[in-house]
């Protein structure tokens, strides 16, 4: 029954103690980060930091040594690369050839419109034949052929350097890098040395066939970043 006895008092304190615990704040030591003392040189800090700071300006210039002899053999390559493969295509007769109607048939197509725009301001410049003075009427005439051509190439210019502008945003956006001027080299390159056997596979201008590669691989480029950004790589 002692046992008993001693395992009943033993049940009766720990109920005591449940009942009656009380709040008793003890002082802990707790690390905290290092404020300089008013009494304090931190002579070592200070050598340690400066001993830091020098190295990272070292480390600074060293970095930007590396990275202009890096963009410096870049130029120098691309360069290179592209005064080769200029000379190369002016020898290259296919290429040549295909760079001259390509071209040529911009032009014409200039030409062309500008004869449309003439003929089209003259048309609405023979509205001046219903007045009878000949002279206002020739005033007339050609105010309105310079208000129309004028307003004629205002639109097309616009337009123009609208669809360069967009052009050239999403190129700076997805393709600005060396990346895309070693895309652009080496397909020119191609086209150059196998114009033959690419026309004879495919018959259509080479230049034609640089825009549309170029043209796919704007596409790529801007699906692939755009993928990465919806997945937070960027």
Excluded at 160 to 189: H, R
Aim: proline residues 1%; aromatic residues 16%.
């Amino acid at each position: 029954m002692a046992w008993k006895f001693k395992y009943e008092k033993a049940e009766q304190a720990k109920r005591y103690a449940q009942t009656h615990q009380k709040t008793v704040e003890v002082s802990v030591e707790k690390k905290v980060p290092y404020e300089k003392c008013e009494n304090c040189d931190r002579t070592a800090y200070q050598k340690a930091k400066e001993k830091c700071d020098n190295r990272k300006i070292q480390l600074e210039k060293k970095y930007k040594n590396m990275t202009a002899t890096y963009e410096s053999a870049l130029f120098l390559l691309a360069w290179y690369s592209t005064a080769t493969t200029l000379f190369n295509a002016i020898f290259s007769p296919v290429f040549f050839n295909d760079f001259i109607i390509f071209f040529g048939t911009i032009g014409k197509g200039i030409v062309n419109l500008f004869q449309e725009f003439v003929t089209g301001a003259d048309s609405f410049g023979q509205l001046s034949n219903g007045i009878s003075n000949s002279i206002f009427s020739g005033i007339v005439y050609w105010l309105i052929v310079v208000i129309l051509m004028g307003t004629l190439f205002i639109i097309t210019g616009l337009i123009i350097v609208w669809i360069g502008y967009q052009v050239g945003k999403i190129y700076w956006k997805y393709c600005w890098d060396i990346i895309s001027i070693m895309v652009a080299l080496m397909s020119i390159a191609i086209a150059i040395y196998f114009g033959e056997w690419i026309k004879s596979v495919i018959p259509i201008n080479l230049i034609v066939l640089l825009l549309l590669v170029h043209v796919v691989y704007i596409g790529i480029r801007c699906y692939v970043k755009d993928w990465q950004e919806e997945r937070g790589y960027f």
